[in-house]
C-alpha cells in the first residue's frame, strides 16, 4: 500500500512538472513574440524612409548634405550612430559622417538591391572597423533614387543593459536578432554578436506573426529554440537555452519533492522491515560519536568512582600525556600526579564543590611533567557515571607566561637580584619558620659608601656598572641557600639563612672586604666601600619587615662609627628602632646634616612593604567556575527510565511514528520553505530587472540630450516668423511625434513661437519643470490631461554660450509615444497579465505596458519618495492592493519619473504556488499508511542506546569547560551545559547562531579568524600557536578571548578548536573553552609588579627602555625630549631620617611628578632618587615648561611622621632635533645636561645646548629593552 502510494504521488508530482515546463516555455513564447513586435516596429527601415524624406538632400551639394547627415546623426533620441553616409548608385562614396570607415554594395547585400529599386531595407551583417554591424539603407530621391543613405546604429548601446538582463536566472538564456544566414546582430549576451547562432535551414519557412519552437543538440544537452520572424526587418527574433537550464528551478524544485517523497518511502519500508536490527548500529555510532567528540575536547576528562579509581577517561590523554586512555582505567589520578600535588588532588577529590585547583602537574608517559587546571563535579548519584567528574585544563603556556611575569615582577631589571617584593616574602617565610621552630636568621642592611661621587663624577652609565658589579660580588661572597637582593638605589639586603650573630658578622666581613675591591668602569677605576647593619632573628619584633629597619638603623650606627664595616642591632623596642629621625629643612648646602638625638625621634612611620606576589591557586570554598545560578535541567539530560508497561512495548514504533510524523512535518516546512525561497527569488529577480529597465530606459527617455540638438538651432528671439520656422522643423523632425505640440518661449515665459499657432501653454515659469530649464537643464512636468490627451511638458533651454536664452517646450502625447509604443508590444515580458509602466513622481502613469492605465494613478506618492537612484524596492500601499510591485527610480529623471512593474500577486507566483495541495496530500497520505504499518510493529528496545545517549550528554555537558560543535561557516550545532554555569545563558539559545555572535564585539574577529585556521590547516592559533602534542592541520588556539555573559557582561576565555569534519562519527569544528578569569586577574597583576616600580607605583626602567626602543624602531624616528631628573642630597635625608622617611618621600614625589605629566609622557622611576620623563612631539620650550612646573611640584613641602621637609631636584633636558637621532644619545645627553646643572649649582634644570646629531652613539643611561 505504502509502495502504491508512492508511485501514484510520482505520477501526480511528474504531471505538474510537466504542466511547469509547458507553462515556462508559454512564456518565453510571449517573449519572442513581443521582443520581435517591438524590433519591427523600432527597426522599421520605413520609419527611416519617412525620416529621410523630411530632410533636404540635394544632388552636387556635398556642404548641405553633410549638415543634414550630421542632424540625422542626432535622431532619434537613444541611438548611437556610428556611420551616415550618402552613396552613389554606382557605389561611390559622396559624403559621410563621419568620414573614414566605408560601406560597399556587397556589404549590404540584398538590402542594396531593394534601395536602388525605391524600397528601404536592412542588411545582413557584415564587419564594420571591427565590429559586427547591420545598416538601414534608404532610397534618396523621387521617384528615381540618385543616392542611397546608408546608416549604421550602435546597437551596442544598451549593451550593459543586455549584458545585466542576460545575468538574470529568470531571463537567462540568449536573446538575438539574426539575420537570414543566422548571424547574430543584437544579443543579449554581446560575445554572440557576428557568430553564426542557427542554421539558415532551421530558419527556412518562417513567416511574421508565427511562432517556432523546436529542439536542438544531442543528447548530452539539449537547446529550446523559440523563434518568430520581424515583419519590417527580415531579421529573426530567436531565443535559445538549454533545458537543463530553462527548467532548472522547476526540475530542483521538482526533484526536491521527488527525493522528499523518496525519502518517507525509504524510511517506512525499511522501518517496517529493519527497525530492531538498527537498535546495535545505532549503539555502537553512538559510542564512536561520544569517542569522537570526547577525542576532540582538548582536555583530559575522568570519572573517579569507588576507591578513588578511574572508570572513564577521555582520549585526550594520548594526545596530552602520551598514555592509552585504557591504560588508566582502574588506576587512581593521583599515580600520574607530581608528589607534591598529591595532596591537593586528594582535597579535590574529597570535597568535590570546595573549589577547583590551579597548577598541578601531571607526568607524562615519557616522565615530563605538564601543568594543568583540575575542576570537579560531584555525580556520584548520576547512574550511568557514578563518580567525581574531574576536568583537566592543560595550562602549560599560561604557567610559562605567569612564571615569566613572576620573575620580572621579584627582580630588579639593572642587577638581575631579587627585589623588595621578593625578599619580604622570604622574610615572612623564615620568621613563621622560626615561630614554629626552626633554623634561625639574619638580615643584613647594606648600603653603599662612597657611590653617589661615582654617578656625580662618571655618570649615571658607570653607576649602573658599579651596582651590576657588587651585585655580582653579593652573590659569591654568600653561601647557597642565602640570599642577596637589590632594595633600590645603591642598597641591598641580605637574609642569612641557619645563621647566628657569629657567622653573621664573618659575612659582613666577607662582603665588605669583596665590595671595597677597585672596579674597572671604562678606562677608570673606581673604588666604593659598604656600611652594613646586622638584625638577627633573635630579636624581639612586632612584625617580620621590622627586622629590616632594626638592620637599617644598625647600618646607620655603623655609618656614623666611621663606614666601612658593620653593627649588630642587640635589642630595644621595636618601634624605637623602627623610628624615624625628626624631619627638618634640608638646607641648600654640601654640608651633610647631623643626625637627630634619639630623644627627639618622632612616631614610627610604617615601612615600605610592597604588597606579595599574588599565589596562583583558587580559595577553597569559592570556585570560579559556577557562578550563575544552574538552570533547570533540560529534557535532554533527563536520567530517569520508563516504565516496562504498554509503552515500554509499544515505544518503539510510537517512537518512530512519532519521527515520521515529524520528518513529514519537516518535508512539508522544507516544502513551504523552498516555495517561500523561490518566491523571494523571483521576487529578486524582478526587483534586479525592474532596476535594469529603469537603467535602460534613461536612454529613450532622457530629456538632457535634446539641449545640445535644440542649443545647435538658428534660433531668431527677435524674428519671430524665423523662430516659427525652426520650430517647425523640430516639429517635422524624428523628435517628434503623432500629437505632439512644441513652442519657444522666453524666460519669463512670454511665447516667442508655437506648433500648432494657437496653442496655450498649461505650464509656466512657477513650474518647477521651468525652473529647472531655467537653470540649464532640461525638466518634465508632471502628467496632465489637456484637451483630452494625456500629456508630459517636456522644458529644454536653449543655450548660448553655456547660459540659457531661451526655452522650447515640447508637449508630448503619452499615448503616441514612442516610448509607450515599446512597453506597449515589450513591456509585458511574456506575461500573460502585468507588467512595467513609467509614472511621474505623483505615481500617475505615463506610459504602460496596458495604454488604459496612462493618466491613473499606480502607486501612492508617499512610497516613491524615499527611494534612490538606482535602487529597486518592493512597496505595498493601499494603491497597490493585491498586486506585487516594484519600483525604481530613472537615474536621469530623480524625483520625477520611476519604472514601476506590477503584476497580480496570484499571477506573479501562480506557477510556483500550483499543485501545492496535492503534492502536499500525496505526501500525507504515505505517511499515513506508513503509520499504520509501524503501528502494528512493536520490537524490543535496545537499552544500550539510551546508556550511551546518557553518557555522552552527562561527560559533554558536566565538563567544567564550554564544549561547542559548529560547522565550517561557524553555525553552532551542539554546545554543552556549562554555558548556563559560566555565562548564565541557556544553552539552546547558541544553537544555530554563529561562533563570532556570542564572542564581545572586540573579539569577534578572533573567532572568525580561529575557524579559518582550524579549517585551514594551520597549526597557529588567533592568539597563540598549539603547543600540546599532537599539534598539527585542523587545530589551532585562540588566547584571552571574552565571550558575553548575561547582561551586558563578558568572561574570559581560552578556545582551542579541532576539525573534525574528516570523521564519518562526527562533522563540524569542536572547540574547547576554559575559564581564565583568575588567571588573567593574576597575569594583569603580576604585569603590573614587573613593569611599575613597587614603592612609587610610576613605570620602571623597563618601561622607560621599552619606550625608547618602540621611539627607534619608528622610521623616521618622532621627535622627543628626554628629562633626566636627579634629587639634591637625598642621601642626606635618608641618612638623617631613615631610609623609612626616604621612602615616603620617594612615593610623594613620584605622584607628584604623575600629576605634573600628560598622559602622552612618560614619567618613570630609574631607581634610587633618579627620574626620567620622555616627551612626545616637544619642543624645546615645552620641555623647559614642563621642567620648570617639576621642580615647582617637587619642592613643594612634605609632611613625613609630623614633620615638614623640602626636597630639590636637578634636572636635564635634552631634545631629539633630527628625525634620524638615536635615542639613547638623547638620553647621554639629558643625563650630561643634569651633571652640568649640578654643577653650575643644583636646582635647576639645564638643556642640552647641542643637536642630537644622527650618528651620535647609542649610549644612554639605561639598558636596552630586554636586557637584565
Request: charged share 20%; with cysteine.
Amino acid at each position: 500500500m505504502v509502495i502504491a502510494l508512492g508511485a501514484l504521488a510520482l505520477a501526480v508530482r511528474q504531471a505538474g512538472l510537466r504542466e511547469g515546463e509547458r507553462q515556462r516555455l508559454s512564456d518565453r513564447t510571449r517573449l519572442v513574440e513581443r521582443v520581435a513586435e517591438n524590433a519591427a516596429r523600432t527597426s522599421d527601415p520605413r520609419r527611416m524612409g519617412a525620416l529621410v524624406a523630411s530632410f533636404s538632400f540635394a544632388p552636387d551639394q556635398p556642404a548641405h548634405n553633410r549638415r543634414m547627415l550630421e542632424q540625422l546623426a542626432t535622431a532619434p533620441i537613444g541611438d548611437v550612430s556610428l556611420l551616415a553616409a550618402l552613396v552613389s548608385i554606382d557605389g561611390g562614396s559622396l559624403v559621410a559622417v563621419p568620414d573614414g570607415p566605408r560601406v560597399t554594395a556587397a556589404d549590404l547585400g540584398v538590402a542594396w538591391t531593394a534601395a536602388l529599386a525605391g524600397q528601404p531595407a536592412m542588411s545582413q551583417v557584415f564587419v564594420l572597423d571591427g565590429m559586427p554591424v547591420r545598416a538601414t539603407v534608404v532610397p534618396v530621391g523621387a521617384p528615381r533614387p540618385w543616392a542611397v543613405l546608408v546608416r549604421v546604429v550602435d546597437e551596442g548601446a544598451a549593451r550593459e543593459s543586455s549584458e545585466k538582463f542576460a545575468a538574470l536566472d529568470s531571463v537567462s538564456g540568449s536573446l538575438c536578432d539574426v539575420d537570414a544566414g543566422g548571424v547574430a546582430a543584437a544579443c543579449w549576451k554581446q560575445d554572440l554578436r557576428g557568430r553564426r547562432l542557427v542554421e539558415p535551414r532551421e530558419l527556412a519557412g518562417l513567416v511574421p506573426g508565427t511562432v517556432r519552437v523546436w529542439m536542438s543538440g544531442g543528447a548530452g544537452e539539449q537547446v529550446v529554440n523559440v523563434a518568430e520572424k520581424q515583419s519590417t526587418t527580415g531579421y529573426v527574433t530567436i531565443f535559445q537555452q538549454p533545458t537543463t537550464r530553462l527548467f532548472a528551478d522547476l526540475r530542483a524544485a521538482g526533484r526536491h519533492g521527488d527525493l522528499t517523497l523518496l525519502a518517507v518511502l525509504v524510511v517506512c519500508v525499511g522501518g517496517l522491515v529493519v527497525f530492531g536490527l538498527r537498535r546495535e548500529q545505532v549503539a555502537r555510532r553512538a559510542r564512536a560519536r561520544l569517542h569522537t567528540m570526547l577525542g576532540g575536547v582538548r582536555d583530559i576528562i575522568v570519572v573517579v568512582g569507588d576507591n578513588h579509581e578511574m572508570t572513564f577517561v577521555s582520549p585526550a590523554v594520548r594526545d596530552l600525556l602520551g598514555y592509552d586512555a585504557a591504560s588508566w582505567i582502574g588506576r587512581v589520578l593521583t599515580d600520574f600526579a607530581d608528589p607534591d600535588d598529591v595532596a591537593r588532588i586528594r582535597r579535590l577529590l574529597a570535597d568535590p564543590t570546595g573549589g577547583g585547583v590551579l597548577d598541578v602537574r601531571l607526568t607524562t608517559a615519557a616522565g615530563q611533567p605538564r601543568w594543568f587546571d583540575l575542576e570537579a563535579s560531584d555525580l556520584t548519584s548520576h547512574p550511568e557515571l557514578a563518580g567525581v567528574l574531574v576536568t583537566c585544563h592543560e595550562v602549560g603556556e599560561r604557567k610559562d607566561l605567569q612564571d615569566r611575569l613572576s620573575y620580572q615582577a621579584s627582580h630588579d631589571l639593572l642587577t638581575g637580584l631579587p627585589n623588595r617584593v621578593a625578599f619580604m616574602g622570604e622574610l615572612e617565610k623564615a620568621a613563621g619558620a622560626v615561630r614554629a621552630g626552626g633554623a634561625p636568621f639574619v638580615v643584613l642592611f647594606v648600603d653603599l659608601d662612597h657611590f653617589k661621587p661615582v654617578n656625580d663624577g662618571y655618570g649615571h652609565d658607570a653607576g649602573d656598572v658599579v651596582l651590576r658589579a657588587v651585585a655580582e660580588r653579593l652573590v659569591q661572597t654568600l653561601r647557597d641557600g642565602d640570599l642577596a637582593v637589590r632594595l633600590g638605589g645603591d642598597e641591598f639586603g641580605v637574609l642569612l639563612r641557619g645563621a647566628d650573630e657569629a657567622a653573621a658578622a664573618a659575612a659582613a666581613d666577607r662582603i665588605i672586604e669583596s665590595v671595597r675591591a677597585p672596579i674597572m668602569v671604562g678606562a677608570s677605576v673606581v673604588q666604593v666601600d659598604a656600611s652594613i647593619g646586622i638584625a638577627p632573628s633573635t630579636l624581639d619584633v612586632a612584625r617580620p619587615e621590622h627586622f629590616l629597619c632594626v638592620a637599617d638603623n644598625a647600618m646607620y650606627e655603623a655609618k656614623r662609627a666611621g663606614k666601612g664595616r658593620f653593627a649588630m642591632a642587640t635589642g630595644g623596642s621595636p618601634s624605637a628602632l623602627a623610628g624615624l629621625q625628626p624631619a627638618v629643612h634640608v638646607a641648600e648646602t654640601d654640608d651633610v646634616l647631623p643626625p637627630a638625638p634619639p630623644s627627639a625621634l618622632p612616631p614610627a612611620v610604617p615601612p615600605s612593604t610592597p604588597p606579595p606576589l599574588p599565589e596562583p591557586r583558587r580559595p577553597a570554598g569559592q570556585p570560579a567556575r559556577r557562578r550563575f545560578p544552574l538552570p533547570a535541567a533540560p529534557a535532554r539530560i533527563a536520567y530517569g527510565c520508563p516504565p516496562r508497561g504498554w509503552f515500554g512495548r509499544l515505544g518503539p514504533p510510537l517512537v518512530a511514528g512519532g519521527a515520521l510524523l515529524a520528518m513529514a512535518a519537516v518535508s512539508l516546512w522544507l516544502q513551504t520553505q523552498a516555495r517561500h525561497s523561490a518566491e523571494q527569488q523571483r521576487l529578486a529577480e524582478h526587483v534586479a530587472l525592474t532596476a535594469i529597465v529603469a537603467d535602460a530606459s534613461m536612454h529613450s527617455v532622457d530629456s538632457q540630450r535634446l539641449i545640445t540638438a535644440v542649443s545647435a538651432a538658428s534660433w531668431s528671439l527677435n524674428d519671430r516668423d524665423a523662430a516659427a520656422a525652426v520650430l517647425r522643423s523640430f516639429a517635422r523632425s524624428g523628435i517628434s511625434g503623432r500629437n505632439y505640440v512644441w513652442a519657444l518661449a522666453g524666460l519669463d515665459g512670454h511665447l516667442l513661437a508655437t506648433e500648432p499657432p494657437s496653442l496655450a501653454l498649461p505650464i509656466g515659469p512657477d513650474d518647477p519643470a521651468w525652473r529647472i530649464a531655467r537653470a540649464g537643464r532640461a525638466g518634465n512636468s508632471p502628467v496632465m490631461n489637456v484637451d483630452g490627451i494625456w500629456r508630459d511638458y517636456v522644458t529644454v533651454p536653449v543655450l548660448r554660450e553655456g547660459r540659457p536664452v531661451a526655452i522650447v517646450v515640447i508637449g508630448e502625447s503619452l499615448r503616441d509615444s514612442p516610448n509607450q509604443a515599446n512597453l506597449a508590444t515589450s513591456g509585458t515580458l511574456g506575461f500573460v497579465v502585468g507588467g512595467l509602466s513609467v509614472v511621474d513622481s505623483t505615481g500617475t502613469v505615463m506610459f504602460s505596458w496596458n495604454p488604459d492605465l496612462i493618466g491613473r494613478r499606480l502607486v501612492a506618492a508617499a512610497s516613491l519618495a524615499a527611494l534612490r537612484v538606482g535602487e529597486a524596492r518592493q512597496i505595498d500601499d493601499a494603491v497597490a492592493s493585491g498586486q506585487v510591485t516594484i519600483v525604481s527610480p530613472l537615474a536621469n529623471m530623480p524625483d520625477v519619473g520611476y519604472v514601476v512593474f506590477q503584476q497580480p500577486v496570484q499571477a506573479f507566483y501562480g506557477d510556483i504556488r500550483s499543485g501545492r495541495l496535492v503534492r502536499d496530500g500525496s505526501l500525507l497520505a504515505v505517511v499515513a499508511a506508513a503509520l499504520v504499518g509501524l503501528n502494528v510493529l512493536n520490537g524490543r528496545r535496545e537499552a544500550a542506546i539510551r546508556h550511551e545517549q546518557r553518557r555522552l550528554q552527562a561527560l559533554l555537558h558536566n565538563a567544567h569547560d564550554i564544549v561547542i560543535a559548529t560547522r565550517a561557516d561557524g553555525k553552532i550545532t551542539f554546545v554543552s551545559s556549562a554555558v548556563a554555569f559560566l555565562l548564565g545563558v541557556v544553552a539552546s539559545s547558541y544553537l544555530g547562531r554563529r561562533l563570532p555572535d556570542v564572542a564581545h564585539p572586540d573579539d569577534a574577529g578572533v573567532l572568525t579568524e580561529l575557524l579559518r585556521q582550524a579549517t585551514g590547516g594551520t597549526a597557529a592559533g588567533a592568539g597563540s600557536g598549539w603547543t600540546g602534542p599532537g599539534a598539527g592541520a585542523g587545530r589551532a588556539v585562540a588566547r584571552d578571548v571574552r565571550l558575553s555573559a548575561v547582561g551586558s557582561g563578558h568572561r574570559w576565555f581560552d578556545i582551542e578548536a579541532i576539525d573534525l569534519r574528516d570523521r564519518s562519527e562526527a562533522t563540524g569544528i569542536l572547540l574547547t573553552c576554559h575559564e581564565i578569569g583568575e588567571r588573567r586577574v593574576l597575569q594583569d597583576e603580576l604585569s603590573y609588579q614587573a613593569s611599575h616600580d613597587a614603592l612609587t607605583g610610576l613605570p620602571n626602567r623597563s618601561v622607560f627602555a621599552r619606550r625608547l626602543d618602540e621611539i627607534a624602531a619608528q622610521r623616521p624616528t618622532p621627535a622627543f625630549a628626554v628629562l633626566f631628573i636627579d634629587l639634591d642630597r637625598f642621601k642626606s635625608v635618608n641618612d638623617t631620617y631613615g631610609h623609612n622617611a626616604g621612602d615616603e618621600v620617594l612615593r610623594i614625589i613620584g605622584a607628584r611628578l604623575r600629576e605634573a605629566g600628560t598622559e602622552r609622557d612618560a614619567v618613570c622611576r630609574l631607581g634610587g632618587d633618579e627620574f626620567a620623563v620622555i616627551l612626545g612631539d616637544a619642543d624645546s620650550g615645552r620641555a623647559r615648561d614642563l621642567a620648570d612646573q617639576l621642580l615647582g611640584a617637587i619642592r613643594r613641602p612634605i609632611v613625613v611622621g609630623g614633620r615638614s621637609l623640602t626636597v630639590d631636584a636637578t634636572i636635564g633636558v635634552a631634545l631629539s632635533e633630527s628625525q634620524d637621532a638615536p635615542p639613547g644619545a638623547v638620553v647621554r645627553n639629558a643625563d650630561l645636561a643634569m651633571y652640568r646643572a649640578k654643577e653650575a649649582g643644583r636646582a635647576r634644570p639645564e638643556e642640552h645646548p647641542e643637536t642630537v646629531r644622527p650618528d651620535a652613539r647609542q649610549e644612554a643611561c639605561v639598558p636596552s629593552a630586554g636586557q637584565p
